[in-house]
């Protein structure tokens, strides 16, 4: 299961270490869990938000309403401190569970409106049926693994020198001190595993060309897609050929 290293908020957005281009990238704050990787490789929102990215927006529950209230007032409250997300959800649970039904009732409102809201787009994109259409297979098993970064390669080397030294951290915490040990290498480390990513990249636009003209396409029932996690085979409902709405 991916997990996602939260370093704190930024200007009212989740941020955490994006280690493809050494920086932090905003996490969407709906989101319930961000892809990153087991060795510290995470995804901007924008490649997040894109990925099996549904065509109407799901229902928010009466408690997520309240979880993002507790953020936002923590934000106004204390605008420079960067956020533990853990410690804050924990309140805001603990916070749920001693509310009075009375105290509940304009996130459930709240809840409820934007329940209508989701009724009514699935109705203007066609129904449920619509956005059950297209069905994604499993990620192919024989596409090419995803190039490395630098960061990742400089990440395999130190993850165990960090978990000896620190074997009661966490994950998140050792990827927070990967990503600090990493902005302090020299440059030429730096440049050893730029060098290293950078031949990576290579094997795999080599390796997906070789993919992409070996695989055999079934007109209107199948074709690759990739979502900035790997290529996945997209079939398509028969009845879809059949009226033409193929893309």
């Given at each position: 299961?991916?997990?996602?290293f939260v370093i704190?908020?930024?200007?009212?957005?989740?941020?955490?270490?994006?280690?493809?281009?050494?920086?932090?990238?905003?996490?969407?704050?709906?989101?319930?869990?961000?892809?990153?990787?087991?060795?510290?490789?995470?995804?901007?929102?924008?490649?997040?938000?894109?990925?099996?990215?549904?065509?109407?927006?799901?229902?928010?529950?009466?408690?997520?309403?309240?979880v993002k209230m507790?953020?936002?007032?923590?934000?106004?409250?204390?605008?420079?401190?960067?956020?533990?997300?853990?410690?804050?959800?924990?309140?805001?649970?603990?916070?749920?569970?001693?509310?009075?039904?009375?105290?509940?009732?304009?996130?459930?409102?709240?809840?409820?409106?934007?329940?209508?809201?989701?009724?009514?787009?699935?109705?203007?994109?066609?129904?449920?049926?619509?956005?059950?259409?297209?069905?994604?297979?499993?990620?192919?098993?024989?596409?090419?693994?995803?190039?490395?970064?630098?960061?990742?390669?400089?990440?395999?080397?130190?993850?165990?020198?960090?978990?000896?030294?620190?074997?009661?951290?966490?994950?998140?915490?050792?990827?927070?001190?990967?990503?600090?040990?990493?902005?302090?290498?020299?440059?030429?480390?730096?440049?050893?595993?730029?060098?290293?990513?950078?031949?990576?990249?290579?094997?795999?636009?080599?390796?997906?060309?070789?993919?992409?003209?070996?695989?055999?396409?079934?007109?209107?029932?199948?074709?690759?897609?990739?979502?900035?996690?790997?290529?996945?085979?997209?079939?398509?409902?028969?009845?879809?050929?059949?009226?033409?709405?193929?893309?």
């Amino acid at each position: 299961m991916p997990i996602v290293f939260v370093i704190g908020l930024k200007g009212g957005v989740f941020t955490s270490i994006d280690s493809r281009h050494d920086e932090e990238c905003p996490i969407p704050q709906h989101a319930d869990i961000a892809i990153v990787d087991p060795v510290g490789v995470s995804y901007s929102a924008v490649s997040m938000r894109d990925i099996g990215k549904p065509p109407v927006r799901g229902k928010t529950s009466p408690y997520g309403f309240f979880v993002k209230m507790c953020y936002e007032e923590h934000k106004k409250k204390y605008p420079n401190e960067n956020v533990q997300v853990t410690e804050i959800s924990k309140k805001c649970s603990e916070k749920w569970r001693t509310m009075s039904d009375d105290e509940k009732r304009r996130f459930y409102e709240l809840a409820q409106k934007d329940a209508e809201r989701y009724q009514a787009e699935v109705a203007a994109y066609g129904g449920e049926d619509a956005m059950r259409k297209r069905k994604r297979a499993k990620k192919d098993p024989n596409a090419p693994k995803r190039a490395l970064s630098a960061f990742f390669f400089f990440s395999q080397d130190r993850r165990p020198e960090v978990q000896q030294q620190h074997p009661e951290w966490k994950v998140g915490q050792v990827a927070q001190e990967l990503g600090k040990m990493w902005k302090s290498v020299s440059v030429d480390e730096k440049e050893l595993y730029e060098r290293k990513a950078m031949a990576d990249k290579e094997r795999y636009a080599e390796q997906m060309r070789d993919y992409k003209s070996a695989i055999t396409k079934i007109p209107g029932l199948e074709h690759l897609e990739d979502d900035g996690h790997g290529m996945h085979l997209v079939h398509v409902e028969e009845h879809e050929l059949q009226q033409g709405q193929i893309v």
